[in-house]
């Protein structure tokens, strides 16, 4: 594998989210590749980070989402209606 298609899988590769054949090759290339190994290193700690961190929606979240979204179901909605689905 090379740098062009290792990295676009690394944050897959953390979450245990490929299969073992993918996961050797992507392992193999880090071994040898210094940038793609301090990619791996970067996007861990961020992860590490991000599952530490305890950040909570404002209270009103949901009723300032809520009607974004409804509008938005409304339109996919409306859509599948005219495509025939």
């Not at 974004?68 to 409306?78: E, I, P, Q, V, Y």
């Amino acid at each position: 594998m090379n740098c062009r298609k290792v990295q676009p899988l690394l944050s897959l590769f953390l979450d245990n989210e490929i299969d073992e054949c993918t996961r050797e090759r992507i392992l193999r290339h880090v071994k040898r590749c210094l940038s793609c190994k301090q990619e791996l290193v970067t996007l861990a700690k961020v992860v590490r980070i991000v599952q530490k961190s305890t950040v909570e929606p404002q209270r009103d979240y949901c009723d300032l989402f809520k009607p974004a979204a409804m509008r938005r179901k409304a339109l996919r909605d409306k859509s599948a209606e005219s495509s025939g689905m």
